[in-house]
């Protein structure tokens, strides 16, 4: 696999040609078909298994093996090398590409239930490449009850795929994360009871694998009582072998305040639960100014402080699969940025004729455009260049893998640059 960045010019016939692979891989590949023409900037996953490599003063096939981790008598045999003691500088071998070089990660996909037929197609696509699927999310009551979805073919078609499901709860209510709902929580017994029998009812009896708790704007007061509710439904879930995850907002440091961040404490989550999510993303939000959505700085400044206090192999690295298009300028109050996918950004661009530039510190990519109205917009989405620079990272610091929001948005480069990379645990 390799990732090739549109120049003017460029063609897909002369794109095959060039990487020896056939047009329909590279459209199959990047789902081009719909997509009028290529666009300047746009990021292509080339479905390649080789490359050209011209030798260099120095090199010898022992030290060649030994950089593109390829085994000596694999590179002899795809170039037809008689005496491998004879390389010369400038001749031109063909180099055949590995994957998986990257280790074995744990890959969660966070769910909307809709329809049957849109869950059924999104597992589908994605499935092979999940270790994990969180239907989003069974709500909590005041009374510790839980409000039941409809999670039925998202159970029964992520089972065939062996991917293990895990029970979401949240504090969400009335169209936001509500601070009264898990206050009440944390400071009865009886509630707390109550709450552990109900999602312990609901792992045996829909066959969950564990459970994943997202509770948000949590008053900053009530951090410690957190971190003592969880200690509870650890120790009364591990007792049914069932795992317990929580879902973490980004900080780069120990904040204590704030509704979205005091509450959340890093090292007490990384002792007590199995593992966490740390959603990091939303840098760029559909009612604030435009931003990338997860810009790579940020994270590494979320992940340096994360591992300082957490075992990296208890984190999942939180990963945006859409992006924002904001109308411009920006006003605050203003109407919020709808959320878009990385295709449907594509096609944006086509439509309009943008070129597609890439913030090097963000690692992400944007463009601008002037829509029918004469309205000016800028997109920021994501791309395989932007989940490629994440996933190194994830892999540079051990991490345990990573978790999406949210499945069903049209990515499939995505899925390919994941595929090359890693080796994916199944559980089941």
Known sequence: MRIHVVRRGDTLYALARNYRVTVESIINTNGLQDIPYLIIGQALVIPTTEFIYVVRPGDTLWLLSRRFNVPINRIVELNRIV?????????????????????TIEVNGYIEPSSAARETRTIDEVGRYLT???????????????NPINDSVILTVAGQYRVSPLLVTTNFRNGNFD???????????KTQENYIKNVLALLKNKGYYGLNIDFERI?????QLYNSFLGKVVAALHAENYPVSTALAPKPFDIKTGEWHGAHDYKAHGEIVDFVVLMAYEWGWAGGPPLAVAPLNEVK??????????PAKKILLGVPLYGYNWTLPYTPGGPWAPRISPHQALRLAARYGATIQFDEVAQSPFFNYRDENGNEHVVWFEDARS?????????EYGLRGISYWVLGLYFPENWIVLDNMFQIVKHS
């Not at 994990?132 to 839980?146: A, K, M, R």
């Not at 601070?179 to 017994?189: A, C, E, N, Q, R």
């Not at 008053?219 to 951090?223: G, M």
């Open 179 to 189: 601070s009264s709902l898990v206050h009440g929580l944390f400071t009865s017994d």
């Open 83 to 103: 005496n491998p003691n004879l390389i010369y500088p400038g001749m031109r071998l063909r180099i055949p590409e590995t994957t998986k070089t990257f280790g």
């Open 219 to 223: 008053p900053p007061a009530d951090r």
């Open 132 to 146: 994990y699927i969180s239907p989003f999310s069974h709500t909590i009551n005041e009374d510790g009850s839980l």
């Open 301 to 310: 400044a979320v992940l340096d402080y994360a591992v300082s206090v957490i």
């Open 387 to 395: 989940v490629q620079a994440k996933y190194r990272l994830a892999a």
